[in-house]
T-cell receptor
């Protein structure tokens, strides 16, 4: 498995501002993923981030709103830009099994974002 | 395309009773299937996974799930519920070369004393 940490664990932000969430993994991984979990809902994939290439965004998510960096094999950031109350969610990063087997993912503890 | 349907957004069982959480999937290629558990204010923990080996999969905390291709199902069971099992349970599928997980809407399990 992999141990994943996220910073910050929670934050309260004003609308119109931006927040950058960090995700750190204790081993080198090829693929990292960013999910959003809106209140009372399941997880929705925002984007897939591979080291050395542009992130791939899912339908409904755009780079201008959710820019992602992936500078190395153990770290990634997700920025939530120009926030509105609708962005209030839990944001989770995950990584694929470092051994590359069976596509299972391990998740960070999440960042709970509240936009006022 | 792949999708997951979890029947029952809320399930309540008595302590000691059988737990059955339903998950049906749709996939155009042989899938990998997963159950995750999410305790309040915590991240997701992998309970168990199906990866085309044995159809009956055993996971942590006494949970198991059976892959039934003919029914496109991967239901989660536990013979005897414990109070500590109260949590959100999420079924997920990964298939083909996409390598991303598609989650169901989740089932909130309540265990009654």
């Amino acid at each position: 498995s992999a141990v994943i940490s996220q910073k910050p664990s929670r934050d309260i932000c004003q609308r119109g501002t931006s927040l950058t969430i960090q995700c750190q993994v204790d081993s080198q991984v090829t693929m990292m993923f960013w999910y959003r979990q809106q209140p009372g809902q399941s997880l929705t994939l925002i984007a897939t981030a591979n080291q050395g290439s542009e992130a791939t965004y899912e339908s409904g998510f755009v780079i201008d709103k959710f820019p992602i960096s992936r500078p190395n094999l153990t770290f990634s950031t997700l920025t939530v830009s120009n926030m509105s109350p609708e962005d209030s969610s839990i944001y989770l990063c995950s990584v694929e099994n470092p051994r590359g087997l069976s596509y299972e993912q391990y998740f960070g503890p999440g960042t709970r974002l509240t936009v006022t | 395309a792949q999708s997951v349907t979890q029947l029952g957004s809320h399930v309540s069982v008595s302590e000691g009773a059988l737990v059955l959480l339903r998950c049906n999937y749709s996939s155009s290629v042989p899938p990998y299937l997963f159950w995750y558990v999410q305790y309040p204010n915590q991240g997701l923990q992998l309970l168990l996974k199906y990866t085309s080996a044995a159809t009956l999969v055993k996971g942590i905390n006494g949970f198991e799930a059976e892959f039934k291709k003919s029914e496109t199902s991967f239901h989660l069971t536990k013979p005897s519920a414990h109070m500590s099992d109260a949590a959100e349970y999420l079924c997920a599928v990964s298939s083909g070369s996409a390598r991303q997980l598609t989650f169901g809407s989740g089932t909130q399990l309540t265990v009654l004393p």
